[in-house]
């Protein structure tokens, strides 16, 4: 233990290594196939070949002889079982008032199979190759059925999904004053115009998703370790919705996660079917996806059809916004599936700039793919791709500077009420911009631009200035716009006898760093090492409840609870002291440390008070409790605002369509910043994936039979270091107004910036108006050779 009788410097704005990295580096991390348990078991599901079946039969009774098989189980037996379907945790209703279509998402397919890859049965068996073999033995009779794939005939093709939405349509929404919109369009000096799609990414976190379900007979329980970013959401949603059970018999554990990007946040049919079999096996039923089940089965991102109108008077002043979108939620209604193209989307469709009238109109429909729900940004990076890239296309439909006409636009006074429903509290949009432009050196760019033509190259440059709401709040609000569950976060502070402390977190860390940074902000607000807080996470029978980690929001919301429960800690503290130093507990100061008499040298240091709260000599017990222990719920009054400016610049070979980002430069606005070390390797991560959407990464599934087409790395490219450029990252602060850590979340940033700034770049140098995403070097040939 560190001697605290020399409080360090506050680690606060210090870049320190993260402590969770060494075990990860040395192979010691703890994940969920890492878990073995007595009696294990393994599961294999038998999955859909088909993207559009009915089943008429399933005959598993060669596989039920099969060596190893401990059961096997069906759609039928879950059925005479009674369990639910898979919920989903967001309730849209149509512009005409009606709620959306929500048909059954089943644990196993009942009656039909609606994608490739869809669950049909469960076999358990003493080993995973025994598994395997048994499940090539199920006989399964399908009646194939027409796939429906295309989202812009899905409601004209005459064949239903479910047969409860025969249009294929979940829900007609929309948000903004449509009236105005039109009357602004109708004085409008100029009207810029785009038709784009924003792609379908499968997410491809490092660790595969995971479950292992243990059934414990003397109490009735279960125990669920799970790859999972909000294992309470989890143990809420499956006990409650699916299974039927009391929550206290349920306990999930997330274990060390291996990455996430929102892939992991749902209730997913595979881990629910495990804690179902569990107790009729009476073992414990490990699975681990193979990657080519990853890529049939995580909910996959994106996928939007949209129609972009801009009008703007003759200066370039922006009149009013018009979006036209159909999104593609796959086969099944995902967790939180309905809120992406809505309530995450069309919210942030004004941008950094003052737009007086937005409309947007979002048709969600049904097709025979994977279920799509959010991927890192979650309905932000695809309002950014339709702000910024009309935006670039107003800029030279004007013929202005895409710089200038951004600054002209940009929202200036604060606080900012949009005209879609949000209330920016702080930002200034301008500094970001400038700064962005200096490291960019966008001065000398024409430079570089005759350069690359003297070899025969294309050059081009691109902006995008992206703004994201984050720290998912407030309960009020979101459920009155339809969230299904609160969106608060929970923190607990446990000072022990020596005056170390444990934190217990309802945020659940999955790259993003927390046992450091939550660590940090205890240590400067006690006065203590940062060595000696240690942070607890993702297990439901230890922590307070939670809501997990996702938009952003653990530092701004997760953090806040643990900050009020340490104030507590604090005010508890100060009585403590008061009786120690005989003086009133209003005359006491805490700094550094150390509890001190406003006016005097007396003074006792945080372990003497910790020590006395749990040794209590002469202690007041008819006034103060032993121990030292407090905890703390937090609900924001509003969402956070990061913004940021990016700067892409790229060149073109025309004879190959190889494009290469010479330059990126990133400047956020991230509030105050905890540890930035780690908010730019957040950063990082976020271009690169964000440049993979733009560059490379693309699902595609065959129109026809509905089989997916980029089902493995040889067909779905990843970005890989020699595709990506030394980005340049930087950062201005204007710090939130409405937590007392002034922050306002990093983690999805560089993903909801980058596509947009890339595409601008790569359509300025080509001198076409757009490039589908992604812009592989076919595509990019193409153009540059004016070819269709």
């Known amino acids: 233990m560190t001697d605290m009788s020399q409080p360090p410097v506050s680690p606060i704005g210090q870049p320190l290594r993260r402590r969770e990295d060494a075990r990860f580096l040395t192979g010691a991390g703890q994940y969920t196939d890492d878990v073995v ?34 059961a096997i189980f069906t759609g039928a037996d879950l059925a005479e079982a009674k369990v639910g379907g898979l919920p989903c945790g967001w309730l849209i209703h149509s512009k005409d008032g009606s709620p959306m279509k929500e048909p059954p998402h089943p644990v196993l397919a009942q009656g039909k199979v609606r994608h490739v890859g869809d669950q049909v049965a469960l076999v358990v068996a003493e080993t995973l190759l025994q598994a395997k073999d048994a499940a090539e033995l199920i006989e399964v009779d399908y009646e194939e059925l027409p796939a429906v794939i295309d989202v812009t005939r899905a409601t004209t093709q005459g064949v239903a999904v479910h047969d409860e939405v025969p249009d294929n349509v979940c829900y007609d929404w929309g948000h903004g004053n449509k009236d105005a919109v039109d009357a602004a369009f109708k004085n409008a000096a100029k009207v810029s115009t785009l038709e784009f799609v924003n792609n379908r990414l499968i997410p491809n976190a490092m660790e595969p998703r995971a479950a292992n379900a243990q059934y414990t007979r003397h109490d009735d329980s279960y125990t669920l370790w799970v790859a999972n970013q909000n294992p309470h959401v989890e143990r809420l949603l499956m006990s409650a919705f699916v299974l039927g059970l009391p929550e206290s018999k349920v306990r999930v554990i997330a274990p060390d996660v291996g990455g996430g990007f929102g892939s992991k946040i749902f209730l997913y049919a595979e881990e629910t079917a495990l804690v179902w079999a569990s107790k009729r096996v009476g073992r414990p039923i490990k699975w681990t996806a193979e990657r080519s089940e990853a890529f049939l089965t995580d909910a996959h991102g994106r996928d939007h059809h949209t129609k972009v109108e801009l009008a703007m008077d003759a200066k370039g002043n922006f009149l009013a916004l018009r979006v036209d979108t159909i999104a593609n939620l796959g086969a099944y209604l995902s967790t939180f599936a309905s809120s992406v193209p809505t309530i995450l989307y069309a919210t942030l469709l004004a941008g950094q700039y003052k737009t007086p009238a937005i409309w947007c109109n979002v048709k969600a429909v049904f097709t025979t793919t994977a279920p799509v729900d959010a991927y890192r940004g979650a309905g932000r990076p695809e309002a950014t791709y339709v702000v910024e890239r009309i935006v670039e296309q107003a800029a030279r439909d004007m013929k202005m500077d895409p710089a200038a006409i951004r600054r002209q636009n940009f929202v200036t006074e604060f606080p900012y009420a949009t005209p879609v429903g949000l209330t920016y509290d702080i930002g200034n949009y301008a500094a970001h911009l400038d700064k962005a432009m200096k490291n960019a050196d966008v001065a000398g760019y024409a430079a570089r631009k005759a350069a690359s033509a003297a070899k025969g190259k294309l050059r ?5 200035c992206y703004i994201e709401a984050c720290g998912l709040a407030p309960s009020n609000i979101a459920g009155a716009l339809g969230a299904r569950a609160g969106l608060f976060e929970a923190g607990e502070v446990r000072v022990h006898p020596t005056g170390t402390v444990t934190v217990f977190t309802g945020s659940h860390s999955h790259g993003q760093g927390h046992e450091t940074t939550f660590a940090q902000v205890v240590a ?14 993702g297990d439901t029978g230890r922590v307070p409840f939670g809501m997990g980690t996702y938009g952003s929001r653990s530092l701004s919301v997760g953090g806040t609870a643990i900050v009020k429960a340490v104030d507590k800690i604090i005010a508890k503290g100060k009585k403590i002291a008061a009786h120690l130093l005989e003086a009133s507990d209003t005359d006491i100061e805490f700094e550094g440390g150390e509890f001190k008499v406003k006016g005097t040298d007396k003074k006792v240091p945080f372990g003497s008070v910790a020590l006395t709260a749990y040794v209590p000599h002469n202690y007041p017990l008819d006034k103060l409790e032993p121990g030292l222990n407090e905890n703390a719920f937090y609900d924001p009054t509003n969402f956070t605002y990061p913004s940021g400016s990016y700067v892409c610049e790229v ?22 910043i905890v540890n930035p070390m780690i908010v730019e390797g957040q950063v990082h991560g976020g271009l690169a994936q964000g440049l993979g959407q733009a560059m490379l990464e693309g699902c595609v599934y065959d129109p026809e039979s509905g089989q997916l087409l980029t089902g493995s790395y040889m067909d779905y490219t990843m970005p890989r270091a020699d595709d990506l450029p030394s980005f340049s990252v930087d950062h201005t602060v204007t710090p939130c107004t409405h937590n007392p850590l002034g922050v306002k979340g990093c983690g999805e940033a560089g993903a909801i910036g980058s596509p947009a700034a890339f595409i601008n770049a790569l359509t300025d140098a080509l001198g076409v108006k757009d490039l589908a995403m992604p812009a592989t070097p076919e595509r990019v040939w193409r153009a540059a050779n004016k070819m269709a």
């Not at 009696?39 to 859909?48: A, D, E, H, Y």
């Not at 081009?460 to 995008?464: A, E, F, R, T, V």
Request: aromatic letters at 8%; proline letters at 5%; a neutral charge.
């Open 37 to 70: 348990l007595p009696g294990q078991t393994f599961g294999v599901f038998l999955r859909s070949p088909f993207a559009h079946a009915r089943i008429k039969a399933i005959d598993t009774s060669k596989a039920a002889k099969a060596a190893g098989v401990v």
């Open 460 to 464: 081009g440059l691109g902006y995008s």
């Open 524 to 537: 400067a607000k006690l006065g203590i090492p940062v060595e000696n807080v240690e942070i607890v996470h």
């Open 651 to 672: 060149e073109v070979d025309p004879e190959t369509g190889r494009t290469k980002v010479e330059r990126f430069t990133a400047v956020d606005d991230f509030g105050n």
